[in-house]
């Protein structure tokens, strides 16, 4: 079963069990879902892979809204956007610990031969697609970064 079809089985079973905030994220993220599968070139298919995409996209704006509401002095809103990123963060596949996103981000620097933080663009280029969907491209950023620069 894909991405899709998971998520609209989970709606259902989240309107069986009156769960709120489970039950709008997963609303948001069907919306999401099939805007793309309807979009121009998408030809009504919606890749696992491009699901993915749009979690951690929404994921992102989530955590971003959590913070300006957490700096506007609103923490329920702040807590419902969190609970959200939670909910959707459930469906993304297992993320990448710190030590296999520096082993990983290694491997590619010594493939492309980088050796300085000019060659930064040459490493984000194949790390972003190799590493996509398992990490936040932030991290991936920071990690070719800290490497290349040198640091441990």
């Avoid at 609303?27 to 599968?37: H, M, N, Q, S, T």
Wanted: net charge neutral; aromatic share 2%; glycine share 6%.
């Amino acid at each position: 079963m894909n991405l899709f079809d998971t998520i609209s089985n989970d709606i259902k079973d989240a309107m069986l069990k009156k769960e709120k905030i489970r039950l709008e994220a997963l609303r948001g993220a069907k919306k999401e879902f099939l805007e793309a599968k309807t979009a121009k070139g998408a030809e009504g298919e919606l890749s696992d892979e491009t699901a993915v995409k749009i979690l951690q996209k929404m994921i992102k704006q989530r955590k971003d809204s959590a913070s300006i509401y957490a700096e506007q002095n609103r923490p329920e809103l702040a807590e419902k956007e969190l609970a959200e990123t939670a909910v959707l963060e459930s469906y993304l596949p297992k993320q990448m610990s710190p030590e296999d996103l520096e082993k990983a981000v290694s491997e590619i620097i010594a493939q492309t031969g980088a050796s300085s933080p000019k060659d930064m663009g040459k490493v984000m280029g194949v790390a972003t697609k190799t590493l996509a969907g398992k990490t936040e491209g932030r991290l991936i950023s920071e990690m070719v970064k800290r490497l290349l620069n040198g640091e441990q």
